[in-house]
C-alpha cells in the first residue's frame, strides 16, 4: 500500500524560507521511472503543479517558482523535501506530494496517489 | 506553456442524469512519439486530495465506476458520467502531462441538485 504525508510548518512570514517533507511508505524512490511530485491549491482555487524529482535524481520545476524553489530526496530515510525560499502571502496554499507512478511507457505514468495536504500560510 | 480551459465552471445535476465536462488545450496534447494523448481527470471531493478519474484520455483508473468515460482528440477533451450519484460532487479537473510545465484547467463544480 501506497502512502505519503506531508509535514512541516503551518504560518510564515513573508521573506522566510519553506521546507516540507514528504515521507512515502509502500515504494522506492530509486528507478528513473518513479517520481514525487510537489502540487499546491491556493484556498478556493485551482491546482498548481510545482515541481517532481525521479528516482534517478532527474528534476522538473514549474517557472511559477521562478527558481526559488528546490526538490531533493533522500532514498534511506523514503523522504522528499521541497525547500521554497522567500515565501509570500500568495503562496499560501494546501501543499500536496503525489506519487507518479512507473509503466511500460508513458501512457500508464500517471500521478496515482495524493498525500492529505499540508496548508501552509504566509502572514505578517 | 499549455492552458487547460474548463466549460462550464459550475454544473448542477440532478442524481440518475447525465453530465458532461470540457477541457480545452491550447495545443495539442497528442504525443508525437508514441500518438497518446496524456490527458487525465481528477475529482476533488469536498474536504478531500484530488483522485484519478481517467489518465491518458480514456483509461479508467482503478475502481473507478464505468459510469464514468473520457474521450476526445487533440485539443477538444470531454469527460462524461452516464448517470450522476450524490457521491459525485465536487470539483472536477482535468490536467495535461504532455509537457512541463503540467498544467490544469480551472475545476468544475459539480452540485447535486
Known amino acids: 500500500q501506497i502512502t505519503l504525508k506531508e509535514s512541516g510548518p503551518t504560518v510564515l512570514k513573508p521573506t522566510q524560507t519553506l521546507t516540507l517533507t514528504c515521507s512515502f511508505s509502500?515504494?522506492?524512490?530509486?528507478?528513473?521511472?518513479?517520481?514525487v511530485g510537489w502540487f499546491r491549491q491556493p484556498p478556493g482555487k485551482a491546482l498548481e503543479w510545482l515541481t517532481l524529482i525521479y528516482g534517478d535524481d532527474g528534476r522538473r520545476y514549474s517557472p511559477s517558482l521562478r527558481s526559488r524553489g528546490t526538490i531533493t530526496k533522500d532514498t534511506s530515510r523514503n523522504q522528499v523535501v521541497l525547500t521554497v525560499t522567500n515565501m509570500d502571502p500568495k503562496d499560501t496554499a494546501t501543499y500536496y506530494c503525489?506519487?507518479?507512478?512507473?509503466?511500460?511507457?508513458?501512457?500508464?505514468?500517471?500521478?496515482?496517489?495524493w498525500g492529505q495536504g499540508a496548508l501552509v500560510t504566509v502572514s505578517s | 506553456d499549455i492552458v487547460m480551459t474548463q466549460t462550464p465552471l459550475s454544473l448542477p445535476v440532478t442524481p440518475g442524469e447525465p453530465a458532461s465536462i470540457s477541457c480545452r488545450s491550447s495545443q495539442s496534447l497528442v504525443s508525437r512519439t508514441d500518438g497518446s494523448t496524456y490527458l487525465d481527470w481528477y475529482v476533488q471531493k469536498p474536504g478531500q486530495s484530488p483522485q484519478l478519474l481517467i489518465y491518458?484520455?480514456?483509461y479508467r483508473a482503478s475502481a473507478v465506476p464505468d459510469r464514468f468515460s473520457g474521450s476526445g482528440s487533440d485539443t477538444d477533451f470531454t469527460l462524461k458520467i452516464s448517470r450522476v450519484e450524490a457521491e459525485d460532487a465536487g470539483v472536477y479537473y482535468c490536467?495535461?502531462?504532455?509537457?512541463?510545465?503540467?498544467?490544469f484547467g480551472q475545476g468544475t463544480r459539480l452540485e447535486i441538485k
Open positions: 503525489v506519487y507518479r507512478r512507473p509503466g511500460s511507457g508513458w501512457i500508464q505514468r500517471y500521478f496515482q496517489h
Open positions: 509502500g515504494f522506492s524512490l530509486r528507478s528513473s521511472e518513479v517520481g
Open positions: 491518458t484520455l480514456s
Open positions: 490536467m495535461q502531462r504532455l509537457d512541463y510545465p503540467i498544467t
